[in-house]
């Protein structure tokens, strides 16, 4: 499974492109990409301080500013008016410019998978001696509770497809993230591959519409 750097090495255009990540976090990514040649800045209400990060929301952002591309790492499904940040998105790209998105859609958790992700928490803890959901059912109640409010699957696209053209869409396991090994994501990968457990993560790259 590759990297979303890797997959943003795909779709995105060379160094020095001028770039920007919206919600950066710890601004990871963001220093990344500057690494690898780019003129990026990453902006979050809680970014880090230093010259390649802003702490300010897409909504403060200048409009008259412009970007080759834009990066949304596990930012949208927190955006309430996401239509209305996907068009503001878009009025932000050079003509030709193109938006990378990493995300994952949390109600897709079917019986299969969440039995699987249950298993590996029930192991986990286990081996760290620590407390685990004692039921799948309450797993599924925890699961639920955490993401109420969260654009799911359909809202993702369907606003995603309303403002840009699709380019690439790729759909990647996400719950090795919150089990945090290599060996996790290894084993979910070989069993999304063999269709015995669904990805909940998806890669994507798009252009404005018109």
């Known amino acids: 499974m590759e990297s ?6 795909e779709w995105l255009p060379a160094p020095p ?3 920007l990540e919206v919600g950066c976090g710890k601004g990871a990514l963001t220093t990344a990409l500057a690494i690898a040649g780019y ?3 990453g902006i979050d209400p809680a970014a ?3 010259d390649l990060f802003r702490r300010l929301t897409l909504d403060d952002l200048d409009e008259a500013e412009r970007y080759d591309a834009v990066v949304a790492a596990f930012s949208l499904h927190h955006i309430r008016d996401l239509d209305g ?3 503001k998105i878009a009025t932000l790209l050079e003509p ?3 938006l ?3 995300e994952f859609a949390w109600d897709l958790l079917d019986e299969p998978t ?3 992700f249950w298993e590996q928490q029930r192991a986990l803890a286990a081996a760290a001696k620590e407390p685990a959901p004692a039921t799948r059912e309450e797993l599924r109640a925890e699961w639920d509770a955490d993401h109420l409010g969260l654009h799911g699957d359909e809202a993702l696209r369907r606003a995603l497809s309303g403002r840009f053209e699709e380019r690439a869409f790729v759909p990647v396991p996400y719950l090795h993230r919150l089990l945090g090994g290599g060996t996790s994501a290894v084993l979910e990968q070989s069993l999304v591959d063999a269709g015995a457990i669904r990805p909940l993560g998806f890669r994507y790259a798009g252009l404005p519409r018109g």
Do not use: N, S
Request: avoid cysteine; charge should be negative; proline fraction near 4%.
């Open 4 to 9: 979303f750097e890797e997959f943003l090495r």
């Open 96 to 98: 030709g410019g193109m």
């Open 48 to 50: 880090p301080e230093g």
């Open 85 to 87: 940040a996907l068009e």
């Open 100 to 102: 990378a998105v990493d």
């Open 114 to 116: 969440l039995d699987w």
């Open 39 to 41: 003129d990026v800045v």
């Open 17 to 19: 492109a001028r770039l």
